[in-house]
């Protein structure tokens, strides 16, 4: 494993185009930390009742999510991710296991993880990964099935606290957890072929060729300004629950619209303005803070990487859960 002194954090990382070998479709990629059997017995708040929170807020899954078979898309995205942990290992910008910036993720992701199961059945089995990429974009994902990433540069340049990175990390789980990612594609795949020739295919099989296709999008991919606002609210909750404060989504937001002198990164370019996002955690709050005040807190604390020198920060297109 590299040392922290030579994981480079300026990287250009460039989303993979998709094998399509009959090996590489089939092989999920299980090296690194896997969450999901090592998380602490965080009991879920039994007291708490179905409508509580924010869950009246948000509907049901779209049934254009139901065109394409769950099992699929996590697949193609496992492959994906598989694929860009392996372009950030061969130019040394996977941070290396005793990293403090990827220990630190991991532990708030050990905090919020046992919390999404009640959003998503088939969350409980995932194989959640999280790992920290050396480049200085402000970005950071979930894909399907639970693969997460955050870009060095969004810790870095903006500074954040473990509150403020519980924001971003339980909105990136939100996507995944609601399967924005598998709806877009339905739709998508809908368009193409039509929904009757779609559900055909389903019932012949064929949709795996179709979704590895498209399984490059699961990194580009750009969600529509409601499925960020619903991102918003499952996120917001996933957080406070976790003991995370939902009021430093307030202080995330005016960072990330500070980050560009005004104006949004390109992170935000498909997102809802950072003045009404914030009016709406604010509107939020009232609901989220019975589930802050009762859940247990962290036992640890973290702090931001060194901020580095100002030379402006590399942009890419948004991409997935962003």
Known sequence: M????????????????????ALHSRRLFTTGL??????????????????????????????AAKLVPAEQVEAAAAQQYAKMLQQATQQRALAPESHPQLQRLRY????????????????????????????KDLNAFCMPGGKIAFYYGILAVLQLSDDEVAMIMGHEMAHALREHA?????????????ASLASALLGLGNTGDAVL???????SLKFSRGDESEADVVGLELAARAGYDPASGVTL??????????????????????????????????KVNPLY???GKPDRKFGPPAKPADKGVAQTPPQQGQ
């Open 253 to 286: 937001w005016q960072k990330m619209m500070g980050a560009n002198k005004g104006a949004p990164p390109q992170w935000l370019s498909t997102h809802p303005s950072g003045a009404s996002r914030i009016k709406d955690i604010e509107d939020r709050l009232p």
């Open 2 to 21: 590299l040392p922290i002194e030579r994981f480079q954090t300026d990287a250009v990382l460039v989303a993979p185009q998709p094998c399509r070998c």
């Open 213 to 219: 296709n498209m399984g490059a999008q699961l990194v």
């Open 34 to 63: 896997v969450l999901g059997a090592t998380l602490p017995a965080l009991a879920q708040d039994k007291n708490s009742a179905a409508d509580e929170g924010v869950r009246r807020e948000v509907g049901k899954t779209s049934a």
């Open 108 to 135: 708030i992701a050990q905090r919020l993880i046992p919390h999404a199961e009640s959003w998503n059945d088939r969350a409980k089995q995932w194989r959640w990964e999280v790992n920290l990429l050396g480049s």
């Open 293 to 295: 005040a009762r859940a």
């Open 182 to 194: 598998r709806e877009r594609i339905g739709k998508n795949l809908g368009l193409r072929v039509g």
